[in-house]
């Protein structure tokens, strides 16, 4: 029995440690557009999400643009929420994640474009507060092409995106796991938590 455990958990382990290939093509505005290709075990499977060419809005963007409207609803949530941003440990250790992240990510002609804006002005200035340094750094890599801008007039969530890269599932998993058990960010969680209740 033990040994049939070892032997699964072996077995998974060295799946999760074969890279994926990624290339993608991804538009969001209203409406999700993509364009995404999945490689796996060096070629031998093979996946494709069809792209949306569907000119109209989709229930599922005019939900999240909707969702993020009513985010200048809710002060006291909103608060909250930028309070634990504004703990500079928490602050600290997402930025240390993302930087993980980046690294953990083979990347090849990836171009980003993203424009983010909560409809409220102070509400975008506080998001933006963090937002703004890691947009900052992502755009001096020479690597990619990457832009963030806020939108401060308008309740607006805009990506467009291409590219190819290449994964170990078994490092995001480990880098993930570590991030969520650290102690500012399990702080923050529990912060959001308590006050929902």
């Known amino acids: 029995m033990l040994t049939g455990v070892l032997a699964f958990l072996l077995s998974l382990l060295a799946l999760l440690a074969i890279p994926v290939s990624l290339t993608f093509h991804v538009s969001w505005q209203q409406d999700l ?11 031998l499977v093979r996946m494709r999400i069809a ?3 569907s000119g109209e809005s989709s229930p599922e963007g005019e939900k999240v643009q ?17 309070a634990v941003i504004r703990q500079k ?54 690597e990619v092409s990457i832009t963030i801008e806020p939108e401060f007039l308008d309740t607006t969530i805009e990506l467009d995106g291409s590219g190819s890269i290449r994964i ?18 399990w702080r923050g969680i529990r912060q959001i938590r308590t006050v929902e209740q």
């Open 33 to 43: 557009q993509n364009d995404i290709r999945l490689k796996w075990a060096f070629g």
């Open 51 to 53: 792209p949306d060419r």
């Open 66 to 82: 909707q969702k993020i409207a009513r985010s200048g609803r809710a002060p006291g949530k909103e608060r909250n929420v930028f």
């Open 89 to 142: 440990r928490f602050r600290q250790r997402i930025i240390r994640f993302v930087s993980d992240l980046w690294h953990a990510i083979h990347k090849k002609n990836v171009n980003l474009r993203a424009r983010i804006g909560l409809g409220d002005p102070a509400d975008t200035g506080q998001l933006w507060a963090m937002l703004g340094p890691m947009a900052g750094m992502l755009a001096s890599i020479q």
């Open 168 to 185: 170990i599932p078994l490092q995001i998993i480990y880098l993930t796991t570590a991030m969520l058990l650290s102690p500012p960010v």
